[in-house]
């Protein structure tokens, strides 16, 4: 897959406070450095669950962990078949994880940085001092001749750390055979090496709270901004103004900028019947640690009645927006206010669509609503120190290992995604997988339609069924 450039890269890094700065000069006065990451580039924080999933996977790959504590790491989703997440430090990408459907696991991608924060225990290599400058300067793949040792546990296809005898990383690559068979070869490759770009890399102990002081002229800028757009759009109308809450991080930061802007309004939100608890609660929080009113209507019953008639909805069959968001919540307003101007926490690096919306605009189901987007040119860092900033409630999913927040089931999650939901919430999967089989038998579908994930496809593994085509 292609990356999509979605706006300018902002990331950068600052080598004496050890931080992210979305700017040339962090706030201690230091230049930064810009970091090359993959486009969209919205990178953001890695919580808990994030460093943990990522020391879990180099661990058992390589013996060691990639993130050390103390250290800011930040994960950059890129283009992948599946999910695929850069994790930058110290101002550059030391590696990657990559999930592979197929196997229903994760791999790791190291690069050569890498190696400035930890030492491989297993799948490496050691070659002769004479081989080290073709593969550390060219990027030459190690071949047989040049190898002096190579770890058992090296299976073909594994990925590898390439040491020199005194054990420093000269490159990293994919292994073409495993330990076995390279050990009785007298020629050819071992491993193909990787020709990563290296990078500038500077290792160092920082907080989230230093990372809020180094950007701090940055926030205030893009929420003075944000407060003004506000402002400007709620002064061209007399329409009632509302904040569309949805217990995500962007709608967080909305509601932030708005009250800021506007004082108190009340929270639209649209419980779809789909919602982890978690979100429920924030919403709760939100409002009652802002003084808010939350009016709220719900999706439920639409959701599944749709689905009794359609199936369940699928990546290229989104027909569950439609049903169990825009109508219900074009209902209440109508019922409510009739017409009004609901401030949402859209943002231009989520997708293309995204990036091509207007800032303000209506959509074409809910018209008697104008939407306008005061986050619309914030990357995720932006909203996260922000919110960090102001000491917000945000929802704990963050920490736990959701990028985004919506329903549980939603069929555009990435399979790693699903799979880390149908382990963490079982009794929400059980409910979704019993009516999923309820339809897979009522219209003649294979068993793995259900337990592969065909449903999240219209008509990947369905041609028995002309409803499903």
Not at 146 to 164: M, N, Q, T, W
Request: charged share 25%.
């Amino acid at each position: 897959m292609r990356p999509a450039y979605l706006g300018k890269i902002l990331l950068h890094w600052c080598d004496t406070c050890h931080v992210p700065v979305l700017s040339g000069v962090c706030g201690c006065g230091a230049a930064t450095r810009s970091v090359a990451i993959t486009p969209p580039g919205d990178a953001r924080p890695a919580f808990p669950a994030d460093r943990e999933l990522v020391n879990r996977i180099y661990q058992d790959h390589f013996g060691a962990p990639l993130i050390p504590e103390g250290t800011l790491a930040l994960l950059n989703k890129v283009p992948d078949t599946d999910r695929m997440e850069e994790v930058i430090m110290g101002g550059s990408v030391v590696g990657a994880i990559r999930y592979i459907t197929g196997e229903n696991r994760w791999e790791p991608l190291p690069r050569r940085e890498s190696a400035l924060f930890l030492q491989p225990s297993r799948r490496y290599v050691v070659v002769d001092e004479g081989a080290v400058p073709s593969i550390r300067d060219q990027g030459a793949s190690v071949l047989a001749p040049g190898l002096r040792a190579i770890d058992p546990f090296v299976e073909k296809g594994d990925e590898v750390f390439i040491l020199s005898p005194d054990g420093s990383c000269v490159g990293v690559g994919r292994a073409k055979v495993d330990a076995a068979g390279a050990s009785s070869m007298e020629r050819g490759a071992v491993v193909r090496t990787r020709k990563n770009a290296l990078s500038r890399c500077i290792p160092g102990t920082s907080t989230w709270e230093d990372a809020v002081s180094a950007n701090s002229s940055i926030i205030r800028e893009a929420e003075e901004e944000a407060v003004g757009f506000v402002r400007q759009v709620a002064g061209t109308t007399d329409r009632p103004a509302n904040v569309s809450y949805s217990g995500g991080k962007d709608s967080l930061a909305t509601l932030l900028v708005v009250k800021k802007a506007l004082g108190n309004v009340p929270l639209i939100f649209i419980d779809t019947g789909l919602e982890f608890p978690e979100t429920l609660e924030n919403v709760d929080v939100a409002a009652q640690t802002y003084g808010l009113e939350v009016v709220r209507a719900s999706g439920e019953d639409a959701f599944w009645e749709a689905f009794e008639r359609l199936g369940p909805p699928a990546m290229n069959y989104r027909w569950c927006c439609s049903a169990c968001k825009l109508r219900p919540v074009r209902n209440l307003i109508e019922e409510r206010w009739g017409e009004c101007i609901s401030f949402i926490g859209q943002r231009r690096y989520e997708s293309v669509r995204r990036k091509e919306s207007s800032r303000v605009f209506r959509n074409g189901i809910v018209t008697n609503q104008i939407s306008a987007a005061p986050i619309h040119n914030w990357t995720a860092l932006h909203v996260w120190l922000y919110i960090f900033r102001e000491q917000a409630p945000w929802n704990p999913l963050y920490a736990r290992g959701l990028d985004r927040i919506g329903c549980f089931m939603c069929p555009s999650s990435d399979v790693a995604v699903i799979e880390e939901i149908r382990k963490k919430y079982p009794e929400l999967w059980r409910e979704w997988s019993d009516r999923l089989g309820a339809w897979q038998e009522a219209h003649g579908l294979p068993p793995e339609w259900v337990t592969r994930g065909g449903w999240r496809i219209r008509g990947e593994v369905c041609d028995e069924t002309d409803h499903y085509r």
